[in-house]
């Protein structure tokens, strides 16, 4: 199992130019979620996924869209990038109800805007 | 809403034990969980608390106190690997299934 894998691994955008990460994972795990990490703010949810077709917002999702068409795969958005997008991107997945309360975690997508 | 609250650094030496504190504030407590994060990586699973008490797991231990929203990671046997950022975080069932976190708190250990 490759567990929890994000593309890119790095990217460098310019303002207002649009992108896609996409966070794959192959446990059949039902929830996904995507967070940004920033220094001295933490983990900070952006949007969250129940379930295949399903989407929902965090704490930050302005600025972002997600889609879940696929169990296994969960994408992020950026419509018009801002610097204020720059950050590491955190993809996550656990199983849903009734399995493992662990959150497992993709190896993180390193965003510059200029 | 949620508030998570826990110390921004702390330092210690190599084969001594320290507690890293977690206060939180929630609407719907469903779990509390520490992971682990070197720098540059992503956060790894530490431990898990969701009914009060200490949980074991070799060097490390995590305790919960629901009435007074408190956790605590135990780190004994500190070795120089465990330089890394201490992330407490809480399932709120007022947020969907999603945990979290607080800010994090980075141990430095010297030998």
């Known amino acids: 199992n490759a567990g929890v894998t994000q593309t890119p691994k790095f990217r460098v955008l310019k303002t207002g130019q649009s992108m896609t990460l996409l966070c794959a994972q192959d446990m059949n795990h039902e929830y996904m979620y995507w967070y940004r990490q920033d220094p001295g703010m933490g983990l900070r949810l952006i949007h969250y996924s129940v379930g295949e077709g399903t989407t929902a917002k965090g704490e930050v999702p302005d600025g972002y869209n997600v889609s879940r068409l696929k169990k296994q795969n969960f994408l992020l958005g950026l419509e018009s990038a801002a610097p204020s997008q720059t950050s590491v991107y955190f993809c996550?997945?656990?199983?849903?109800?009734?399995?493992?309360?662990?959150?497992?975690f993709g190896p993180g997508t390193r965003l510059t805007v200029l | 809403g949620q508030n998570i609250d826990q110390p921004t650094e702390m330092t210690a030496t190599e084969g001594a034990i320290v507690q890293i504190n977690c206060t939180y504030q929630t609407s719907g407590f469903n779990g509390l969980f520490w992971y682990q994060q070197h720098a540059g990586e992503a956060p790894t699973f530490l431990s898990y608390?969701?009914?009060?008490g200490l949980e074991e797991k070799g060097r490390f231990s995590s305790f919960l106190s629901r009435s007074k929203g408190y956790s605590y990671l135990l780190l004994k046997e500190l070795q120089m690997k465990d330089s890394a950022s201490y992330l407490c975080a809480v399932r709120d069932l007022q947020a969907g299934t999603a945990l979290i976190f607080g800010k994090g708190t980075t141990l430095s250990v010297s030998s």
């Open positions: 996550a997945s656990r199983p849903g109800r009734g399995g493992s309360d662990e959150q497992f």
């Open positions: 608390n969701v009914l009060d």
